[in-house]
Nanobody, 123 residues
Framework: QVQLVESGGGLVQAGGSLRLSCAAS????????MGWFRQAPGKKREFVAS????????NYADSVKGRFTISRDNAKNTVYLQMNSLQPEDTAVYYC????????????????WGRGTQVTVSS
């Protein structure tokens, strides 16, 4: 199991930026793929982005391509989600998650989850 703690959420105006952080701890963190998911009120949780810890290979949902960037800092065991050009439809609780399956995007494949951080984008 990997322990995950998110931070960096908040309120921002449309067009603004936020950077989310996910601090990971536990054994063999480098073997995992780290993902970001989000869940808006009344909607299903959806995949946002993922990164393979060892190789740095990334994957993005179509809705965030070109606006969001996922990255990692191996020395700090931290994964980031840089979110630019935010829109009201990006409003959601954002969750960090970990899986041992490379390039997984389905939430059922992620076994470790953080508690989430709220992102609110005002119009």
């Amino acid at each position: 199991q990997v322990q995950l703690v998110e931070s960096g959420g908040g309120l921002v105006q449309a067009g603004g930026s936020l950077r989310l952080s996910c601090a990971a701890s536990g054994r063999t963190v480098s073997r995992y793929t780290m993902g970001w998911f989000r869940q808006a009120p009344g909607k299903k949780r959806e995949f946002v982005a993922s990164i393979t810890w060892s190789s740095g290979r990334t994957n993005y949902a179509d809705s965030v391509k070109g606006r969001f960037t996922i990255s990692r800092d191996n020395a700090k065991n931290t994964v980031y989600l840089q979110m630019n050009s935010l829109q009201p439809e990006d409003t959601a609780v954002y969750y960090c998650a970990a899986t041992s399956l490379p390039m997984a995007t389905a939430d059922v494949n992620f076994g470790s989850w953080g508690r989430g951080t709220q992102v609110t984008v005002s119009s």
